[in-house]
């Protein structure tokens, strides 16, 4: 399996195009916002013969699906969320103004992320891991044969997503990092939706979010 990051819009988001050795592909978060960024991801994809089956997102902000519909437009391919991250599309547009950011028609969900367990694309296949706090439909992507996961906005090298916007919790993002991720073995790749990749042995160590968890100074259950 190979990853490319792409960094798209003014909200600096990481936009993954995911692929294997039969040339499918697909797209995690495209967040790609106007023609430019568009005609680069398009070049990414069609230069090196790449064929994308789905768009699929961690969660439904609109930084990160902001260049959904251009994909579904160009390729043909449908969208894969949460359905409970359905609210997130309806409200992009006043959501998106507080960042100064403008936003077109948001994408129906034509494959609802709550209803399977995996997502498939040539000979790879990425585990649903509902890992709900930075909004209630969030999800992770693992790649058990590589051991690399998409955490989306949950988990960030040395930090975690917001949990003060319509949706946000606390108390589940932590539940979702250190039931859900921290087990996946500090070697597993993080692929993050905005900021750096780390590892899953970096943030137990120097995530002061998690490591003050693990440590008990913090019950993150209340």
């Known amino acids: 399996m190979k990853v490319a990051s792409l960094q798209f819009n003014p909200i600096c988001e990481n936009t993954y195009v995911v692929w294997d050795d ?7 978060d495209a967040g790609n916002s106007d023609e430019r960024e568009n005609a680069r991801l398009k070049e990414f994809i069609d230069s090196r013969g790449l064929h994308p089956r789905m768009a699929v997102n961690t969660h439904g902000h609109f930084d990160h699906t902001l260049g959904v519909q251009f994909l579904k437009d160009t390729y043909g391919i449908p969208f894969a969320l949460s359905g409970k991250d359905k609210f997130l599309l309806d409200n992009a547009a006043p959501g998106s103004s507080i960042f100064g950011v403008k936003v077109g028609a948001m994408p129906s969900i034509d494959l609802d992320l709550d209803t399977t367990d995996e997502v498939r694309f040539g000979h790879t296949a990425l585990k649903i891991i509902p890992t709900p706090g930075h909004t209630p439909g969030h999800v992770s ?3 058990p044969q590589v051991k690399a996961v998409f955490t989306g906005d949950t988990l960030f090298r040395e930090s ?3 949990t003060d916007l319509p949706g946000g919790d606390y108390s589940w993002i932590m539940r979702s990092i250190l039931e859900r991720l921290i087990p996946l073995g500090d070697e597993t790749e993080v692929y993050p939706g905005h900021g750096e990749s780390t590892t899953i042995g970096h943030e137990s160590l120097y995530n002061p ?3 003050e968890v693990l440590n008990g100074q913090v019950n993150y259950d209340n």
């Open 141 to 143: 992507l693992y790649a």
């Open 160 to 162: 975690i997503g917001r």
């Open 22 to 28: 039969t040339n499918e592909c697909i797209v995690v």
């Open 209 to 211: 979010f998690v490591v």
